[in-house]
């Protein structure tokens, strides 16, 4: 009997002139179909390990990026000792740690001095290329001042990070349109912390002071949450600068307070809070008087006798001299009468003439006929000019609350009468000013209540659990709904083809399932009878295993038929 097996159809003279049917001819293969449960499982099983390797991973934060590499490996050595987990990115080049460490790395390397490299400053002007233009170099210039002014504020405890920016104009001969330079400042403050007055103002003179013809006002400071730390002179300042004031009165006091009670009630049984009125005002005042009685001040005027000589002595000495000019004859004369000091003109009153003197019953000058003068007198005048400053007290207020220990008795009136002295004595209340001090004693509510600790969901371990738990949830997703409905697939094949074989095997075509030798041989009609492809395939499989010969033959033949 012939054997002949029907060749099959040509799918294609190129390998890969049509991808989409080679993968469609892959897959129709036995053997891949029945493999093909077990690589989707693989598969799912693999990205189940990848998400939950990913998801239970913490979340990285940049700790620093472009260091050296010896940087570099003194900060990988140094986390590593401390307990932390430090990670090298290489695509960004950048030293990674887990979110919830970064805060106590920075801690560590801060205190071990590492990195010890910085930003290049002028060492920019180093790798400045030969032939560069002059306004290349004034940039490169600009921008390792602003580099070196940068690291020098970056040295103050409060500040983390530091930028300066420059405007400096070019220079010109004219003088009205010369400008002073200006600089603006960015700050980045470490967490909790600020800067006083004082830093500020360092800052600001720090900066002043490395540009030339740059002054204070010209610097403004801005620190990153966009507030502005430098303010100018101006209403605003003055305003500022009373409330501060304000609050250092206040302060004071409140601190005189805590000394004398926390020794009698003990710490944290009790509050004190102050309110001061100050005035901060600045007056001045003038003021002027006078004194009825004055003071003869000069007297100018001659007298005349009865024979009409004049007493009044000749000019003398050299016209024009005010010195060195000899005194001349000592003569007696009578002065004439004063007139009292009430009724003596002021000064600049006209020459008035004399009274004649009278005739008997007195010591009156008979050989003065008569008299001229002109007196000037000085009035009494006080001049006082009294200046308030600022810092008084008008009026000033306190509140005190005392903790009722629980367990304990109230405190009686004359317990809270004897604070209430002594608060008034510590801050020196006046009943002029009408300050009041109230002092009362109250049941505090726990702390507990007051203020908690933060919310659960934001500390660490919280996002550490929802990382797991979501990486967990995945993965038995992943098991039931991918996994267990490829295993009953797989499971249900092997069934059914344990329950082909058991068929062959009744029909005489296949192995019986012992594993030993078929019962009967395969021949040609057994090779047509089959119903499907397994059928078909097990049947070709008996029959090659059973007539090698002739299936090396039906082999050659199909060969032969494709080469023709």
């Given at each position: 009997m012939a054997t002949q097996l029907t060749p099959m159809p040509d799918t294609g003279t190129e390998p890969f002139a049509n991808p989409v049917k080679q993968l469609n001819g892959m897959l129709a293969q036995p053997a891949v179909r029945r493999s093909l449960p077990m690589i989707l499982m693989v598969g799912l099983i693999a990205s189940a390990a990848l998400a939950w390797f990913t998801l239970s991973t913490p979340t990285q934060k940049t700790l620093y990026s472009g260091l050296p590499d010896s940087d570099k490996s003194a900060v990988i050595s140094a986390l590593k000792a401390g307990g932390i987990t430090g990670r090298l990115d290489e695509s960004t080049d950048a030293v990674t740690v887990p979110e919830g460490d970064y805060a106590k790395a920075r801690m560590l390397l801060a205190g071990q001095g590492l990195p010890k490299s910085a930003p290049a400053g002028y060492a920019i002007l180093d790798n400045m290329p030969?032939?560069?233009?002059?306004?290349?170099?004034?940039?490169?210039?600009?921008?390792?001042?602003e580099t070196e002014l940068a690291r020098s504020i970056e040295d103050i405890d409060a500040v983390s990070e530091a930028r300066v920016h420059l405007a400096v104009p070019e220079n010109t001969v004219f003088v009205r349109d010369n400008a002073s330079p200006t600089a603006s400042v960015v700050l980045k403050l470490v967490g909790g912390r600020s800067l006083s007055d004082a830093q500020v103002s360092s800052i600001i003179n720090l900066v002043a002071s490395s540009v030339p013809g740059m002054k204070p006002e010209g610097v403004t400071i801005v620190d990153q949450m966009g507030a502005l730390l430098s303010k100018p002179d101006g209403p605003g300042a003055a305003n500022d600068a009373r409330i501060r004031f304000q609050n250092q009165v206040e302060q004071k006091y409140r601190d005189q307070l805590t000394t004398l009670l926390t020794p009698i009630v003990g710490a944290g049984n009790f509050t004190a809070e102050v309110s001061a009125d100050v005035n901060?005002?600045?007056?001045?005042?003038?003021?002027?008087?006078?004194?009825?009685?004055?003071?003869?001040?000069?007297?100018?005027?001659?007298?005349?006798?009865?024979?009409?000589?004049?007493?009044?002595?000749?000019?003398?000495?050299?016209?024009?001299?005010?010195?060195?000019?000899?005194p001349g004859p000592t003569?007696?004369?009578?002065?004439?009468?004063?007139?009292?000091?009430?009724?003596?003109?002021?000064?600049?009153?006209?020459?008035t003439p004399a009274a004649t003197p009278a005739t008997g019953g007195g010591l009156a000058d008979t050989s003065k006929a008569s008299d001229e003068y002109a007196r000037a007198y000085d009035l009494g005048k006080e001049v006082s000019v009294t200046r308030n400053a600022p810092g008084g007290l008008k009026r000033l207020s306190v509140a005190v609350v005392l903790r009722d220990v629980e367990g304990s008795k109230p405190r009686s009136p004359v317990e809270l009468q004897q604070i209430t002295d002594l608060v008034r004595s510590a801050v020196g209340a006046d009943q002029t000013r009408n300050d009041q001090v109230t002092v009362?004693?109250?049941?505090?509510?726990?702390?507990?209540?007051?203020?908690?600790?933060?919310?659960?969901?934001?500390?660490?371990?919280?996002?550490?659990v929802i990382r797991n738990v979501t990486a967990i949830v995945i993965a038995v997703l992943v098991l039931l709904f991918g996994v267990r409905p490829l295993s009953k697939v797989l499971l249900k094949k092997r069934d059914e083809a344990n329950r082909g074989s058991r068929d062959l095997a009744s029909l005489g075509i296949g192995a019986p399932a012992g594993g030993g030798r078929i019962n009967a041989p395969v021949g040609i009609d057994a090779l047509e009878g089959a119903q499907n492809f397994d059928d078909r395939l097990?049947?070709?499989?008996?029959?090659?295993?059973?007539?090698?010969?002739?299936?090396?033959?039906?082999?050659?033949?199909?060969i032969k038929a494709d080469a023709r």
């Open positions: 030969m032939g560069t233009s002059r306004a290349v170099e004034g940039e490169r210039l600009r921008q390792a001042r901060l005002d600045d007056t001045s005042s003038t003021r002027e008087s006078y004194d009825k009685a004055g003071a003869l001040r000069a007297e100018q005027g001659n007298w005349t006798s009865k024979d009409g000589a004049s007493t009044s002595p000749p000019p003398r000495g050299i016209p024009g001299a005010l010195s060195n000019t000899p003569t007696v004369t009578t002065p004439p009468a004063q007139p009292a000091a009430g009724a003596t003109p002021a000064a600049g009153a006209t020459p009362i004693s109250r049941k505090f509510v726990p702390p507990a209540t007051v203020a908690g600790g933060p919310a659960f969901y934001e500390s660490d371990w919280f996002s550490m097990g049947t070709v499989r008996g029959f090659t295993r059973d007539n090698p010969a002739r299936a090396a033959l039906a082999v050659r033949d199909m």
